[in-house]
Each structure stands twice: as structure tokens, then as C-alpha cells.
């Protein structure tokens, strides 16, 4: 019996890190509704709550903030990110940044909550120094008296960042952390089940996550607002799109069948952090967009997802359009290695079929005796 297509519906391991009730459009991380942690606890925080199961005390999370800011330096300096070409996407130079942090680390065996942890830790810098090398700058060295979203934003200009653009990074990097069973996840886990290293599962995971129908959509979306670029054409720009059968980014999802809780989040978040035309623009592109999806596809229950407004957020605390992606990977890393851990504890391979559905029964012929083959 085949799977439905893209494993639609199809439950492929139990888990006690997240879970998302589509129907309902609530996303827990380990018994916490998403809306009681953003803007409540801090990334770091939720780090350890995904990789322990539980929130931390006052001691433990000094003791893991202590342990996270003093893992942050690249053992090369950022040597392996110079070697890369200037014009390389960032999620390029963050998968082979993280592949050589992990060979550097000399990162193998079984996975641990401390391969986790040093990971995590060095994720931002190898963003923040692409972003530096590929503009002709010398990297940032980071600062261990500030968090995980302030030290980030830091390494990127220099410049300790304002307050509130610290308080709209941490909460997205909280809103993004993990997922249940998403594709870049599902990524690291099938990579964990091979009992291969912790390096290579997020190696594979970033892979996953760069794809447009995954973690690339936001930037598309901003391109989109840019296209429409007045209230007047949302109407006109949004119907020959459908019209033409194309996807409107930062609208669909695989799973939640309502409104996305981190969209509605980050709604209010772009609402208070962007400019007010900003939000206009992209707040009317979003209902009308809505309407329309409604009334052509109403079977579908299409919502808007996480991607729409993340733009709108990333974009006001000055991140590059490019760097989407790996700003989301920055904060997605947590729940790919507290899935990693997860996987081993009573590891089974992660080995499915497939039908078979090409030729049989053909016969051999030496490479001279073959007759081309017209399509
Ligand atoms: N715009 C227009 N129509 C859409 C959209 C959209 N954004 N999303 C789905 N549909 C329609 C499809 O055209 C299809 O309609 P049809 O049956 O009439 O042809 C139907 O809804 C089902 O679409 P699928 O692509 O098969 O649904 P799937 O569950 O595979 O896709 C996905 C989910 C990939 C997110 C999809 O909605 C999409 O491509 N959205 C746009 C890209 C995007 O926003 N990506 C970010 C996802 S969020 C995240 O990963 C963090």
C-alpha cells in the first residue's frame, strides 16, 4: 500500500517535543501553547525547555546562558566562510560554515545536549560573519554579556541594537524555534536514525529548509509587496497571480487548516514595528488575498502562515532580505537537535519504500549494439 503523496496525513514517529493541532491552530512546545512563551521567555529559554523538556530554573538557565555565550567564536575565525564567493546565497555559506564549525569540533558519536548547545551557540556568528566578509567588512567578534538575539543583531553592525529590535528577534526566534514534524526536521531525523553525527543531521536539515515551499518564502514575499507597491494594485496584482495559477507566498500550509498562531503574533509585532504604510500595504494584500483564496478554493482552507508576517519583522530590525532564511535556521537549530536527541533514545532506522513503477524484464546489450534512445 503507497503513502499518499509528500506523506500527507501520515504520522511517522511520536514525539514529545511539539506538535501542531492544525484544525485548531495551536502550536504547543512541550505543553506550552505558544502564545504563554512568546514575548514571555527568552530564546534561550525555550532552547533549553526543547532540549531538557522543561523550563528552566533561574540556576540552570544562568548555567546554560553561561555555556552558550562562552561557545559562540568560530575555531577558524571565520577562515572556511572567506573561501566562499561573495555572491553565494547565505544559507550556502551557513550549511558549509556549520559543516566545517562541526568537522573543526570534531563533532561525532552519539548525539548530546552539549553538541547541541555549541551548535546553537555558534549559528549567528557564521551568519553575522558572511554577512561581514561578503560586504568587504572584518567580522564582529561576539559579546558574552548579551543574549542570543542581541548579540546577533551586534555582530551584524557593531552597533549594540535597540532595545525593542531585540525584543521582536527573540520572540521570533522563540515563534520559530520548532514545528512538529516539518520537513527539515523530518531532514535531521532521518539523518539521526542512520546513527550519523549531529553535524551532519543539521547539515542535511539546513538543505531541507532552504527551499521556497519551506523557510525561503519570506524574502518572496517582500518582493511581492514590491511588486504590488500600492493599495491600488493589491486587487488588480493579486488576481491575475491567481489568475495564473501562481502561489501567493506566505499564504497555505500543510497542516494548519485555520489561522497559523505565530502569524497572528508577528501580525501584531509587524503592526507595531513597521511603518505604518508598511503595514497597510501588506495588512490589506493579506485580506484581500484571504478573500480571494476563500472564494476560488474554498475547499482548501488556505490561511496565511508564519512566512507573511516574518518578513515584515525581519525587515524592521534591519535584516537583509537574503538573510530570512538563515535568521529562521539561527532559531529552527534548536528544535532540529532536541529532535536529534530525541531520535536516539530508542533508535529504530528510518527506512521507507517506494513503488516501483519503471520497467522489467529488459535485456542486456553491449554498449556497440545499443540503438540511441528518442524521448
Ligand atoms: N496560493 C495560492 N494557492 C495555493 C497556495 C498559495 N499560497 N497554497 C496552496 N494553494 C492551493 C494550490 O494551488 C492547490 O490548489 P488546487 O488543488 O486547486 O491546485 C491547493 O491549494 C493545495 O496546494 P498544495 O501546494 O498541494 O498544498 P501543500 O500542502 O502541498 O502545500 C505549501 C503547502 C507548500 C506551504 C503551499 O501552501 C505553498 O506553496 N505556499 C506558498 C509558499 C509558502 O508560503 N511557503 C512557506 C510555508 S510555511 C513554512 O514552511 C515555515
Partial sequence: MSAPKGLEGV??????????????????????????????????????????????????????????RSQRTLPDEGATLRLLPKTVDPMDALRTGVSAVAAMLEISGTATYEQALAITARFPTIVAAFQRIRNGQEPIAPRSDLSHASNYLYMLTGDVPLENHVKSLDTYLVLLADHGMNASTFTAR??????????????????ALKGPLHGGAPALVMNMLDEIGSAENIKPWVDNALDTHKK???????????????????????????????????NGTERYALDELHRRKPDQRLYTNVEFYSAA????????????PPTFAIS???????????????NRLIRPQSEYVGPQGLTFKP????EAVTA
Avoid at 313 to 324: C, K, M, Q
Avoid at 367 to 370: A, C, F, Q, S
Fill in 248 to 282: 501567493l507566498m506566505g499564504f497555505g500550509h500543510r497542516v494548519y487548516k485555520t489561522t497559523d498562531p505565530r502569524a497572528e503574533i508577528l501580525r501584531d509585532m509587524a503592526r507595531q514595528s513597521s511603518t505604518p504604510e508598511f503595514f497597510a500595504l501588506a
Fill in 190 to 207: 532521518v539523518i539521526a536514525s542512520t546513527e550519523s553525527d549531529l553535524g551532519s543531521c543539521v547539515v542535511g536539515a539546513i538543505g
Fill in 11 to 68: 504520522v511517522v514517529n511520536s514525539t514529545q517535543i511539539s506538535h501542531v493541532f492544525g484544525e485548531e491552530g495551536r502550536l504547543v512546545y512541550r505543553g506550552y501553547d505558544i502564545g504563554q512563551l512568546a514575548g514571555k521567555a527568552s530564546y534561550e529559554e525555550v532552547c533549553y525547555l526543547l532540549w531538557k523538556g522543561h523550563l528552566p530554573t533561574r540556576s540552570e538557565l544562568d548555567a546554560l546562558n553561561q555555556a552558550m
Fill in 313 to 324: 519583522v525581519l525587515n524592521s530590525v534591519g535584516l537583509p532580505r537574503d538573510f530570512y
Fill in 367 to 370: 554498449v556497440d549494439e545499443r
Fill in 332 to 346: 529552527r537549530v534548536a528544535g532540529w537537535t532536541a529532535h536529534i536527541l530525541e531520535q536516539m533514545v530508542g
